[in-house]
């Protein structure tokens, strides 16, 4: 069965760069969740959206962006990047007519030197 | 608010010992949904159950076990004869009403399992 893909699934940054996660979600899923996991750290709620809209907002900096696409598709996109925005970022997708069921990428693993 | 508490940060087993995971919750909420997630070295998250409130059936899948317990707001997940693949860190997660609502984890368990 289609699962959610992310890529890159490893992206290496300078500071101050930019970098732009994509998220596909599973086919039919209406809904994608972005959440950020830092080193040793459990996975912490970014944003999310449901039929292209934002949905619900977490502990997003305000240097990051997201959006979902017409294909519903979602794209991350964080700018003047810091060390500490160094985390494995996951996208999450789920279908509000199977309640409270996430599926979860594998994950985009950002590196800032 | 919500809120998830796992208090075991780090458990060491000999295999085939069993180990329990606890997991403790609180919400105002009557209906929401509880979660185990594990988390292997390579880093990906692995949905292993999903429970709603009303429902306090223990589950048995395999070596896996779930306790559902809302008089005391537990989850508590155990593994029987452990083995070294069970190597991971373990997330208990809860989120409220439906899936359009985000799942906040707790800060894991991480569970080595020595051969």
Known sequence: AAGVI??????IKEKRETATLKCYPIPRHDTVYWYQQGPGQDPQFLISFYEKMQSDKGSIPDRFSAQQF???HSELNMSSLELGDSALYFC???ARSNTGELFFGEGSRLTVL | AQKVTQAQTEISVVE???VTLDCVYETRDTTYYLFWYKQPPSGELVFLIRRNSFDEQNEISGRYSWNFQKSTSSFNFTITA???VDSAVYFCALSLRGSYDKVIFGPGTSLSVIP
């Open chain 1, 92 to 94: 999450a997708s789920s």
């Open chain 2, 16 to 18: 085939k010992e069993d």
């Open chain 2, 82 to 84: 452990s083995q070294v």
């Open chain 1, 70 to 72: 017409s294909d519903y």
């Open chain 1, 6 to 11: 992310q890529s890159p699934r490893h992206l």
